[in-house]
Structure formats: C-alpha cells, structure tokens
C-alpha cells in the first residue's frame, strides 16, 4: 500500500509538470506570434523610413532577452513553428535569428550591452530582404 502511495504522488507529479510545460508552450506560442507580429510592423516602419522602427527593434530585443532568462522557455520560443500569419515569414525569421543570437550569447557570459548588440544584429540580418518581391523570396 504504500508502494502504491508512493507510485501515485510520483505520477501526479509527472502530470502537473506535463501541465506546466504545456502552459509554457501555449505562452511561448503567444509571445512568438505577438513579437513576430511587432517584429513585421517594425520592419514596415523601418522601410517606410521611420526612426521609431529602430526603438521597436530595441524593445523586441529587450523582450526577448527577457525570456531569455528561463532558457527552457526561450527555447519553446524558438521551437514555435506554423505560427507565423502568411507574409510574415521574414519578421519570423528574424525573430528566431534574435532569439537563437540571445541564447548563444547568454551561454558566453556577454554583457547586457554586448547582448543588445548581438540581439539587433539578428533580428536585422534581413532587413534588406523586405524591400525584395515576394516571388523572389518563394522557396521552390
């Protein structure tokens, strides 16, 4: 009996962190759709000549080396796959390039500043990419 016992509160204890780490996926869902999302107005802003497109770019940065703090959840975020509205591709692209940037970064030890940096730098690798035809961009 208590064997039984013992079995139990180790199931539902593999059962609650099964529930934990489906939230953290459906809320690392969220947040890649939502930075995404940000990611493809700044790129808009950027190509309409908009200053306040770099500010957006640092505040995603900023978000996303916030997650980067719980790197299992950082890594959900990069894991997020279909979640991308059609046309937003690129911003997508972007987004994971900053995030994989941020964890690489942050297992080197960088500085706050340094991480900034390196953050920008992927999610505006691409930057060029949005001014292209879509059928440029069309894998085959």
């Not at 990611?39 to 978000?63: D, R």
């Not at 941020?102 to 080197?108: A, D, E, K, P, R």
């Amino acid at each position: 009996e208590e064997d039984e016992k013992v079995l139990q509160e180790s199931k539902d204890a593999h059962i609650q962190t099964a529930y934990r780490l489906q939230e953290a996926r459906d809320e690392a869902g969220r947040n890649y759709s939502e930075t995404t999302k940000r990611a493809s107005k700044m790129f808009a802003m950027m190509n309409a000549g908009q200053t306040e497109g770099l500010q957006l770019a640092n505040q995603i940065v900023n978000s996303i080396l916030h997650h980067s703090a719980q790197p299992s959840t950082m890594l959900l975020l990069v894991q997020t796959e279909g979640l991308d509205a059609p046309g937003q591709e690129l911003a997508a692209q972007a987004v994971t390039a900053s995030a994989l940037s941020l964890l690489m970064g942050t297992s080197m030890n960088l500085s706050q500043g340094n991480l900034l940096h390196l953050g920008l730098g992927g999610l505006l690798h691409d930057v060029g990419m949005h001014k292209l035809p879509s059928y440029f961009l069309a894998k085959k």
